[in-house]
């Protein structure tokens, strides 16, 4: 009979393309993981991985291994993790997606307090700028920012994310500042490009009007922490995340463009897949984010400027 614990080691060095990273990562001793990955070529009758001197290449039956129990060995976790629940505390490894900028500035204050609440939950948090594919990469819960694409994942809404358009002192002093939100169009742009490439328009709301500018950046970059620094640092006028900007403009550091006309809030939401909606520790974590997701709080806490 196939064990399922060799399965688990080999899913492990085919992904990290490492026998060194995955005993580190298991906790087990390096040659462990070889003495099992030899039984399991053995047992299976085929060579899994060819083994070079700088790299670990899987073989064309490693490949069809992998591809067929990647999803086995992702149920099964889950369903340890869901029946080691439901007999008390939650507990497993809680595998987290969300954007470098909300990874940063939000879940790494958020994320000690939660360890705290359930000691008995590890958890693996990818930050990364691509959107995830959480059956794919056996991704637990993602955090996602903006418009939901239709899909079959289960989505809870945390709340909306205000934005500010800001310019920091040292640009002021360089090019002045717009009068107008016409006269944007006229200075450096810092901004993050759509999905399809393309400039990202800029709206704003004030009352029942609306403005639409289609500003051509000076900066184009795909990361909002880097569209943060630029602007704090003089190189543009850039629209940011409240939960980024208003503690400079607090201090001065940055200033307010524009007050009574707004961007569009951004909605904030946890997202996983259907069939993880009731295990015990994605549970554990949407109800944490939703208590700790309040006006006032965290990265909703920006109600000083509206």
Same mark, same amino acid.
């Given at each position: ?6 399965? %688990? ?12 990273a995955a005993a580190r990562e298991l906790g087990m001793p390096k040659s462990?993981?070889? %003495?099992?990955?030899?039984? @399991? ?12 001197? %700088? ?56 994320? #000690? ?29 993602? /955090? ?80 909002? @922490? ?16 409240g939960y980024i900007c208003v503690p400079e403009i607090a201090a001065g ?9 707004? #961007? ?21 974590? /949407? ?20």
């Amino acid at each position: 009979m196939l064990d399922l614990n060799a399965l %688990r080691i080999f899913e492990r060095v085919a992904v990290l393309k490492s026998f060194t990273a995955a005993a580190r990562e298991l906790g087990m001793p390096k040659s462990n993981v070889s %003495r099992s990955i030899a039984r @399991l070529e053995a047992e299976l009758g085929t060579r899994l991985f060819q083994r070079t001197t %700088r790299d670990v290449v899987l073989t064309a039956t490693g490949e069809a291994l992998l591809e067929r129990s990647t999803n086995i060995i992702s149920s099964l976790s889950e369903a340890v993790t869901y029946v080691g629940g439901l007999a008390g505390r939650p507990q497993g490894l809680l595998k987290i997606s969300a954007g470098m900028g909300f990874g940063v500035n939000v879940l790494a204050e958020q994320l #000690p307090d939660f360890l705290i609440r359930y000691p008995d939950i590890d958890i693996s948090l990818d930050l990364e700028s691509r959107t995830a594919d959480l059956i794919g990469d056996a991704v637990d819960v993602a /955090v996602r920012l903006g418009p939901l694409a239709p899909s079959g994942l289960v989505a809870v809404k945390l709340g909306a994310m205000h934005r500010y358009l800001c310019a920091a002192p040292a640009y002021s002093e360089r090019r002045g500042l717009p009068e107008t939100l016409e006269e944007v169009m006229q200075h450096d742009v810092i901004e993050m490009p759509a999905p399809d490439g393309r400039p990202r328009p800029w709206t704003f709301s004030r009352e029942a009007q609306t403005i639409r500018l289609d500003p051509t950046p000076r900066i184009s970059v795909n990361e909002a @922490l880097t569209v943060h620094r630029l602007v704090l640092n003089g190189a543009g006028l850039g629209i940011l995340s409240g939960y980024i900007c208003v503690p400079e403009i607090a201090a001065g550091r940055l200033y307010h463009l524009f007050p009574e006309w707004k #961007p569009p809030a951004v909605d904030v939401h946890l997202v996983f897949p259907s069939r993880r909606e009731l295990s015990p520790v994605v549970r554990a974590f /949407v109800d944490f984010m939703k208590e700790v997701s309040k006006p006032g709080r965290l990265w909703m806490n920006d109600s000083n400027l509206g």
